[in-house]
């Protein structure tokens, strides 16, 4: 067990006939009561001091884990939006993708559906043309007959007969 200041300051030796000077072992106890008080009293404050900075060790520790607990629950945050954000990207472009295709397809159709109808003009238009053309070389016929002669001579005509002729010729 240690000393303490007052087992120092009560210590009591023995008497001797030739032994130390009593004030001088006096005054040197007192000085080892007071230097033992003094280291006892740093002791003290050193201990103190070191349980506050075990306390606040403790406590920064406790943040540095909390901390670091944060950090990976960003990281695996970010990694999750990360991934999805590449997920929604792909969906985007697959639905772009997508989209495109159709526009492609439906203007392909509608070319398809304006060559046809364009080439169904175009025969139509041959056939008015071919059409017109042999009414117009009919009525040429017509006007370099004779027919013409016998109806310069007479005032009246049969429109009847005319028509009959016509589509005779025709």
Do not use: C
């Amino acid at each position: 067990m240690p000393l303490t200041p007052l087992d120092i300051h009560n210590k009591e030796f023995t008497r001797s006939f030739r032994g130390y000077d009593e004030d001088e072992v006096n005054e040197f106890l007192d000085q080892i009561i007071k230097d033992y008080e003094a280291a006892l009293r740093e002791k003290k404050e050193l201990f103190e001091q070191v349980n506050s900075l075990d306390e606040k060790l403790a406590h920064f520790n406790n943040i540095e884990e909390t901390l670091n607990k944060s950090i990976l629950v960003a990281q695996e945050a970010a990694d999750d939006l990360r991934g999805n954000a590449q997920k929604e990207a792909q969906l985007i472009i697959k639905e772009s993708e997508k989209n495109a295709n159709r526009i492609v397809n439906e203007a392909l159709t509608k070319s398809r559906k304006v060559m046809m109808e364009m080439e169904e003009l175009k025969k139509q238009a041959s056939v008015y043309k071919m059409r017109f053309k042999m009414l117009i070389e009919a009525q040429m016929e017509m006007l370099q007959t004779d027919d013409w002669e016998q109806f310069a001579g007479s005032e009246e005509f049969d429109e009847e007969e005319l028509l009959k002729e016509h589509e005779q010729n025709s």
